[in-house]
Nanobody, 126 residues
Framework: QVRLVESGGGSVQAGGSLRLSCAAS????????MGWFRQAPGKEREGVAR???????DYADSVKDRFTISQDNDMTILYLEMNSLEPEDTAMYYC????????????????????WGQGTQVTVSS
């Protein structure tokens, strides 16, 4: 099993920044792809960004050029740097991991990800 614990959420005003962290433990060798998802009230959980162990990344169009995903210590810590935050970014943010490498756009489906954290809330006020 891979255990994921998110932190770093909070409340900011529009235009502000936050950095989320996700600490992975357990069988982290299974985490060849890790990602961030978010879910706003009444909406589906959506893929925000993902990163493979080899360093390749992909982003949802809505966050490109504003969010940056990165990792440290051989995929045991995953980050999401969020800049120029907008009220539409308000959601619960989840860290996820899978054993296979992510390719194409399939990573955006939550069904492919077996490991999840408990989430951290991000609230952006206008």
């Amino acid at each position: 099993q891979v255990r994921l614990v998110e932190s770093g959420g909070g409340s900011v005003q529009a235009g502000g920044s936050l950095r989320l962290s996700c600490a992975a433990s357990g069988y982290t060798y299974r985490s060849n792809c890790m990602g961030w998802f978010r879910q706003a009230p009444g909406k589906e959980r959506e893929g925000v960004a993902r990163m493979n162990r080899v360093g390749t990344t992909d982003y949802a169009d809505s966050v490109k050029d504003r969010f940056t995903i990165s990792q440290d210590n051989d995929m045991t810590i995953l980050y999401l740097e969020m800049n120029s935050l907008e009220p539409e970014d308000t959601a619960m943010y989840y860290c996820a991991a899978m054993s296979t490498y992510c390719t194409g756009a399939d990573w955006k489906s939550r069904l492919l990800w077996p490991y999840w954290g408990q989430g951290t809330q991000v609230t952006v006020s206008s």
